[in-house]
């Protein structure tokens, strides 16, 4: 009597089939063949056989898409790549601006850049810069005087910060413990003429700085 296979479930002849038993077993085993290998038959060339579904057997052919990549390799500004497995390529950020993070440029140039001044509005009398206001504009806005207060060991060399009084009090701009230059009447503590003027604070050195605008 004939008996499936266990993979395929192909009816096979057994050793003790009669002679008379073989063409009907072999008829049953070729038609369980040519069942189960009929995904393989078609194609056209430069295509391969993909997984249909999760059946046994079950192939369909498909476009080779995946390419004969046997390398990946990392240009300028790119840093990762290899030869073989899952590969990763990423941004070199020393060499790359990557706008997801903070990063400096040197020696780069910027055409027709678009900068946006952020704001700090005071409404007191005092004021200490903090770290924050470099490159912003901050406001004094009060009926009697403002001091604004540079602090000594914020800032470094080359950052700006400006000033505009918005207020009918005038803002003079103290030292502390920092050195200030200025073409104010008092260079030390230089103040601004008047409602709506304006300055800009520039280090120029550790804890020197000096105030151009428009001060008396």
Avoid at 45 to 64: E, H, R
Avoid at 112 to 135: C, E, R
Wanted: charged letters at 10%; proline letters at 3%; aromatic letters at 6%.
């Amino acid at each position: 009597m004939a008996n499936p296979t266990t993979y395929f479930g192909w009816v096979m002849p057994t050793t003790t089939d009669l002679v008379t038993d073989l063409p009907a077993d072999f008829n049953v085993f070729g038609q369980g063949v040519d069942t189960s290998m009929q995904d393989l038959l078609g194609g056209t060339t430069g295509q391969i056989l993909s997984k249909a579904s999760g059946t046994n057997m079950d192939f369909t052919w498909i476009s080779n898409d995946v390419g004969d990549i046997t390398a990946v390799t990392a240009g300028t500004g790119i840093s990762g790549g290899g030869t073989s497995g899952a590969v990763t390529v990423s941004i070199d950020t020393a060499v790359t601006a990557d706008l997801t993070t903070a990063q400096t440029l040197t020696n780069k140039t910027l055409t027709a850049p678009k900068i946006n001044l952020a704001f700090n509005a005071q409404t007191g009398t005092t004021y200490t810069l903090v770290a924050a206001d470099s490159g912003k504009l901050v406001t004094s806005s009060n009926a009697a005087s403002v001091v604004i207060t540079i602090p000594s060991g914020i800032f470094a060399a080359g950052e700006q910060i400006n000033v505009q009084s918005i207020g009918v009090g005038l803002t003079t701009i103290s030292g502390g413990a920092v050195t200030i230059t200025s073409t104010g009447a008092s260079a030390i503590a230089p103040i601004l003429r008047a409602r709506y003027s304006a300055c800009t604070i520039i280090c120029t050195a550790s804890n020197v700085f000096t105030v151009i605008g428009d001060i008396s």
